[in-house]
């Protein structure tokens, strides 16, 4: 399984971005989005699970549910994040990944993809 952002750019704070990520295989896993800033850890944004009773609900981290928007498209086997009035502090490498798991309670995914820049600039 194979995923590829795109979308990532330069943009002005209070600006938009969409990034896509394509997923090269159906299976029935989740998907979700990370960031990395400079000098930090991977931090989760969101997800859509495929587990059990869950399957296809999305969460999202406290701090970005809002500004943040997770959408996906089923019959293109595509994950969306679509970023709206964007901060300095958003400057990130976005990352989309697939098929979720469990270990000693944390969460984690087998297949990642490398990346895609996004600088907010003041």
């Known amino acids: 399984v194979q995923v590829v952002e795109s979308g990532g750019g330069s943009v002005l704070a209070g600006g938009s971005l969409n990034l896509s990520c394509v997923r090269s295989?159906?299976?029935?896993?989740?998907m979700a989005w990370y960031r990395q800033a400079p000098g930090k850890g991977r931090e989760l944004i969101g997800r859509?699970?495929?587990?059990?009773?869950?399957?296809?609900?999305?969460t999202y981290a406290d701090s970005l549910e809002g500004r943040f928007t997770i959408s996906k498209d089923d019959p293109k086997n595509t994950l969306y994040l679509q970023m709206n009035d964007l901060k300095t502090e958003d400057t990130a490498t976005y990352y989309c990944?697939?098929?979720?798991?469990?270990?000693?309670?944390?969460?984690?995914?087998?297949?990642w993809g490398q990346g895609t820049q996004v600088t907010v600039s003041s």
């Open positions: 859509i699970t495929s587990e059990g009773s869950r399957e296809g609900k999305i």
């Open positions: 295989t159906y299976v029935t896993c989740g």
């Open positions: 990944a697939t098929c979720e798991s469990w270990s000693a309670g944390r969460l984690w995914y087998q297949y």
